[in-house]
């Protein structure tokens, strides 16, 4: 069975860019999660989907940030204009439910923006 | 909002045992989770405690008290592969997961 799928896998960009990472969460998996995670820190939640349905965007910076999910399944997230304090890497998780399971991560999107 | 704790690094001889604590405080409980993860990978699942007690899982277990907010990962028969970052995730009564810092695990021959 195919894990999370993300792209791209890394990405350089310099300052005031736009940028888009997608996501492909495991088949079934109703529940999706974008984390951002700085180097020696914990992963960080963005956003929490529900099928299509943003539950959690609390900590999603939403000047720049976006996210969707259209149809329930892949998603996107946008950063626009990306500012220096942006580079992270960018992961992608789901589970099948929001109390349901442990969390499968993907590879991640290594941002770095000079 | 969650605040979890955990240390930050340590280093154990292969063959060792070693305890990674973690500490939380959070609104509403509905699980805790250890992650491993080595260095430019992603996180991978090890354990899930959401009941008092501990829970074995070959060379890792996972202990959990509810009332201390408190728990640890037990890792046994260190092995070089060992060598990662162990994240200590939180679920709250909003079903939020919430990770720790991550404890970074040094496995010296």
């Known amino acids: 069975e195919a894990g999370v799928v993300q792209s791209p896998r890394y990405k350089i960009i310099e300052k005031k860019q736009p940028v888009a990472f997608w996501c492909n969460p495991i088949s079934g998996h109703n529940t999706l999660y974008w984390y951002r995670q700085n180097l020696g820190q914990g992963p960080e939640l963005l956003i929490r989907?529900?099928?299509?349905?943003?539950?959690?965007d609390s900590q999603l910076p939403k000047d720049r940030f976006s996210a969707e999910r259209l149809k329930g399944v892949d998603s996107t997230l946008k950063i626009q204009p990306a500012e220096l304090g942006d580079s992270a890497v960018y992961l992608c998780?789901?589970?099948?439910?929001?109390?349901?399971?442990?969390?499968?991560f993907g590879e991640g999107s290594r941002l770095t923006v000079l | 909002g969650q605040n979890i704790d955990q240390p930050t690094e340590m280093t154990a001889t292969e063959g060792a045992i070693v305890q990674i604590n973690c500490t939380y405080q959070t609104s509403g409980f509905n699980g805790l989770f250890w992650y491993q993860q080595h260095a430019g990978e992603a996180p991978t699942f090890l354990s899930y405690?959401?009941?008092?007690g501990l829970e074995e899982k070959g060379r890792f277990s996972s202990f959990l008290s509810r009332s201390k907010g408190y728990s640890y990962l037990l890792l046994k028969e260190l092995q070089m592969k060992d060598s990662a970052s162990y994240l200590c995730a939180v679920r709250d009564g909003n079903n939020r997961l919430a990770f720790g810092k991550g404890n970074q695990v040094v496995v010296i021959p």
């Open positions: 998780a789901s589970s099948l439910g929001p109390r349901t399971g442990e969390l499968f």
């Open positions: 989907y529900e099928n299509e349905e943003a539950v959690d």
């Open positions: 405690n959401v009941l008092d």
